[in-house]
């Protein structure tokens, strides 16, 4: 079994240059011109699928809402 308390060699460097590579690349894709267009349509396709999810959602509330008229009607035809 190995011993919780001695300390390991963990090598952070890989992880700190994945995440710097990472954010460089969204800050490139933030800040350059010549990536307006695909701003846009990032934007147009997130606008879109949050459009989507605020329309299914009031149908879902509805019918759990419905669900649970029903099971609280038959547990309360059980008691």
Same mark, same amino acid.
């Given at each position: 079994?190995k011993?919780p308390f001695? =300390?390991?060699?963990n090598?952070?460097?890989?992880?700190?240059v994945?995440?710097?590579?990472?954010?460089?690349?969204?800050?490139?894709?933030?800040?350059?011109d010549?990536t307006?267009d695909?701003?846009? $349509?990032i934007?147009d396709n997130?606008d @879109?699928s949050w459009? =989507?999810?605020k329309?299914k959602?009031?149908?879902g509330t $509805?019918?759990i809402?419905?669900?649970?008229?029903k099971?609280v009607? @038959?547990v309360?035809?059980?008691?």
């Amino acid at each position: 079994m190995k011993n919780p308390f001695k =300390t390991q060699k963990n090598n952070v460097l890989v992880p700190v240059v994945i995440g710097l590579a990472a954010a460089g690349a969204i800050v490139y894709l933030l800040l350059a011109d010549d990536t307006a267009d695909l701003r846009g $349509k990032i934007t147009d396709n997130l606008d @879109k699928s949050w459009r =989507t999810v605020k329309e299914k959602v009031p149908a879902g509330t $509805k019918a759990i809402n419905n669900l649970k008229d029903k099971v609280v009607e @038959k547990v309360t035809n059980l008691t």
